[in-house]
């Protein structure tokens, strides 16, 4: 008798999804990197968030026609597949993974410095401890992952909202229009657009929900239209209570916006706040990396082993256990705004292959079926995926030459890598 390969278990419906994809995008970007961004664009920083929003927008209504064609775990790596072949699909499928590790370890640093400024605890060990506890999580099961995220996102949200709020009495203290230079905004764009990161790794939940053609890409566009309005008002509530150059001094800019409005409490209060927010990103970016990471192997690109499943929890444990090892390894990164700025080269790099690899796929595979397809077309041709290609790359040239070198060698160690493995074409 035939014993049948465990599958991963559909169990998310819409709600959840769209609870996944805010709790992925708040996070990191937006608790820490709100004053350096303020330091660049001034008080008019809102607008660095809106022109990153479009950005992530435009890429976003890509992923929604490609993951409605094929609702995959392996996401990206399967529509360059599809799109360029199996060695393009190889190294993009790497970057998403690398970039998942290096913001996960990033991340977990960042939780682990607030920790310590509250607790007096080291901050590497405290690090390890966080990524050890999630790939417990994620191993029993991901219902109950996407629950605590649920639990942390409502958290996030409630801190956010909380800035907001505070703020109100404030509004009109300072000029929203007034741009330092307009380099600024586009420079503190890029900056941000990291906070936007994490919408795509809703698609990597594809073959763990009901009904995905549908639930997908409605969770993908809703999630960043709630984000984007709570970044834009956070963002004014901000600099009209702090301003611009206080913010841009500020190693924890909400919380010190929270004190100087309601006391110094309020540090304590949203100090732990964003200790939630960081951990709930560092749990959905390893829920997004152990997915590709198995839809990769289970492709046959990546060795066989990382493509196992657990047959009682049904979840994918040795692409779990590869996640969390090389998590820690990279925990030695450090800065926050590198590393950021480093996860932003790969991803505009994997934002503008998925653009033209959906306008190649309306002429490659025509017929097939689209649940969802991108609006506003030139015949064939799509021409929002079109801008979003040529927006990724307006914002990948604002990046630093540091960053460039950096990002640099990760790709052309991608490409090296692809040329010595196998690949199905």
């Excluded at 198995?294 to 256990?321: C, D, M, N």
């Amino acid at each position: 008798m035939k014993v049948q390969k465990p599958t991963l278990k559909r169990e998310l419906g819409l709600f959840e999804l769209i609870l996944s994809g805010i709790g992925t995008i708040l996070g990191a970007g937006i608790y820490v990197l709100l004053g350096k961004a303020a330091g660049l664009a001034g008080d008019a920083v809102w607008l660095s968030f809106l022109f990153a929003s479009v950005v992530a927008a435009l890429t976003g209504i890509s992923y929604m026609e490609l993951t409605s064609m094929y609702p995959k775990a392996s996401a990206e790596y399967i529509y360059v597949k599809k799109a360029f072949g199996s060695r393009s699909a190889f190294v993009i499928g790497l970057l998403v993974i690398l970039g998942l590790i290096i913001a996960n370890s990033t991340v977990a640093l960042g939780f682990a410095g607030y920790f310590s400024v509250l607790f007096n605890t080291p901050i590497i060990p405290t690090a390890i401890v966080l990524i050890m506890i999630f790939s417990l999580v994620l191993f029993i099961g991901v219902k109950q992952s996407v629950q605590i995220v649920v639990f942390m996102t409502i958290i996030e949200v409630g801190g956010l909202l909380l800035t907001i709020f505070i703020g109100l009495p404030y509004i009109g203290s300072v000029n929203y229009f007034e741009i330092r230079n307009i380099s600024g905004i586009f420079e503190a764009s890029t900056l941000v657009f990291f906070a936007f990161l994490g919408f795509e790794d809703i698609v990597k939940l594809s073959q763990e929900t009901k009904d995905p053609e549908k639930n997908i890409p409605k969770a993908l566009i809703l999630s960043i239209m709630i984000t984007v309005v709570l970044y834009i008002l956070v963002a004014i509530s901000a600099v009209s209570i702090l301003g611009y150059e206080a913010l841009s001094t500020s190693s924890a800019p909400l919380a010190d916006v929270a004190s100087v409005a309601l006391g110094s409490d309020m540090f304590l209060v949203m100090s732990i706040v964003a200790l939630f927010s960081t951990a709930n990103t560092s749990l959905l970016m390893m829920l997004g990396g152990s997915r590709i990471l198995y839809g990769i192997a289970e492709s046959g690109s990546l060795p066989h082993v990382f493509s196992r499943i657990h047959p009682k929890r049904q979840t994918p444990w040795a692409a779990i256990l590869a996640i969390t090892l090389f998590s820690i390894l990279f925990l030695f990164i450090g800065d926050i705004t590198v590393v950021a700025n480093i996860s932003n080269f790969m991803i505009f790099i994997i934002f503008f292959v998925v653009n033209i690899s959906l306008i190649r796929l309306r002429y490659r595979e025509p017929d097939v079926k689209r649940p969802f397809k991108s609006p506003i077309n030139i015949g064939r041709f799509a021409v929002l995926p079109a801008l979003g290609a040529i927006s990724t790359v307006f914002l990948f040239s604002h990046l630093s030459i540091e960053v460039m070198i950096y990002g640099s060698i990760l790709l052309i160690a991608g490409v090296i890598i692809s040329l010595f493995s196998n690949h199905n074409t």
